[in-house]
């Protein structure tokens, strides 16, 4: 059975940085691009970034382009995003998913729906 599990999550004031991880149990995904995504009041899947099977690659939203970094650990099984700068509008439940096709890159990585395996989510609160 897979599972994800996502952790780092807290309350913390504008400005300040947070690192969120995600371990993933089950089998290895080493062959997987991940992502991370937010749930906010108002966007149910708000893309965050992704990262390549290999980690050559990365891709962000626009909200977040400069300030957050999201990296893997293959040999860990794990995915991490490190978040700088932070807003009171990253305010939101951080869900790291494993996309369902091996090797893929590029264009599409900030779909949602491709994303096969989800974590539970993990809270991130930013006051002013």
């Known amino acids: 059975q897979v599972r994800l599990v996502e952790s780092g999550g807290g309350l913390v004031q504008a400005g300040e940085s947070l690192k969120l991880s995600c371990e993933v149990w089950g089998r290895p995904f080493s062959l997987n691009a991940m992502a991370w995504f937010r749930r906010t009041p108002e966007k149910e899947r708000d893309f965050v970034a992704a990262?390549?099977?290999?980690?050559?690659?990365?891709y962000y939203g626009d909200s977040v382009k400069g300030r957050f970094t999201i990296s893997r650990d293959n040999a860990k099984n794990m995915v991490y995003l490190e978040m700088a700068r932070l807003k009171p509008e990253d305010t939101a439940v951080y869900y790291c998913?494993?996309?369902?096709?091996?090797?893929?890159?590029?264009?599409?990585?900030?779909?949602?729906?491709?994303?096969?395996?989800w974590g539970q989510g993990t809270l991130v609160t930013v006051s002013p």
């Open positions: 990262i390549t099977w290999s980690g050559d690659s990365t």
């Open positions: 998913a494993v996309d369902r096709d091996r090797y893929a890159s590029g264009t599409g990585l900030e779909q949602s729906d491709r994303y096969e395996y």
